[in-house]
């Protein structure tokens, strides 16, 4: 089935300690891209990937490091967790911007 | 991108059609429309994209007007399951970001 798989689903931890939210696509996509849900803000895309070894910062990347060393996995890292990261994050794929972005089910994160 | 204007919420009866209007009168010539929707806390969901001509797929129907300024998403038969937002968004083809707005809220009612 193609999807895109994230890991963890739930995570709680405390200030400061580092954490890596995992991110794999079955599709073969060049695009993938993380972003962060917050009630009252909607979907705000934190990085974005074209492809292989090529990132860029979205619209809210402080706080968050990305790497994009093979094609189907995009890492999220948390280098110190702070409590205004506390939020839904999305993992998103696509074939090329013009195509629709397959999402992944989301990591819920709290951060205390 | 251009901005897109949708209605905070709708209703829909069950088995009736759905229609979703989105304004973006400052669309460009190279920008699409897409539809997304979001059902309670899960990941997004693409539902369809054009440019100018109307688009079909298995789940829904969308209408773009002549002078691509609106266009109406089209759920032919609305189901319980089909309660979510939707999210009109105009951008470019090769796009890396995708801003969401705040959508429309469907509601279908048994």
């Known amino acids: 089935e193609a999807q895109v798989t994230q890991n963890p689903r739930y995570l709680i931890t405390v200030t400061g300690k580092k954490l890596t939210v995992t991110c794999s696509q079955n599709?073969?996509?060049?695009?993938m891209s993380w972003y962060r849900q917050d009630p009252g803000l909607g979907l705000r895309q934190i990085y974005y990937?074209?492809?292989?070894?090529?990132?860029d910062k979205g619209d809210v990347p402080e706080g968050y490091k990305v790497s994009r060393k093979e094609k189907r996995n995009f890492p999220l890292i948390l280098e110190s967790p702070s409590p205004n990261q506390t939020s839904l994050y999305f993992c998103?794929?696509?074939?090329?911007?013009?195509?629709?972005?397959?999402f992944g089910s989301g990591t819920r994160l709290t951060v205390v | 991108d251009a901005k897109t204007t949708q209605p905070p919420s709708m209703d829909c009866a069950e088995g009736r059609a759905a229609n979703l209007p989105c304004n973006h009168s400052?669309?460009?010539?190279?920008?699409?429309v897409y539809w997304y929707r979001q059902i309670h806390s899960q990941g997004p969901q693409y539902i369809i994209h054009?440019?100018?001509n109307n688009e079909t797929n298995e789940m829904a129907s969308l209408i773009i007007t002549e002078d691509r300024k609106s266009s109406t998403l089209i759920l032919p038969h609305a189901t319980l399951r089909d309660t979510a937002v939707y999210y009109c968004?105009?951008?470019?083809?090769?796009?890396?970001?995708?801003?969401f707005g705040t959508g429309t809220r469907l509601t279908v009612i048994p």
């Open positions: 599709m073969n996509h060049e695009y």
């Open positions: 998103a794929s696509a074939f090329g911007g013009r195509y629709g972005y397959t």
């Open positions: 054009g440019l100018k």
């Open positions: 968004i105009v951008t470019w083809t090769g796009a890396n970001n995708l801003f």
């Open positions: 400052t669309i460009s010539g190279n920008e699409y």
């Open positions: 990937s074209m492809n292989v070894e090529v990132t």
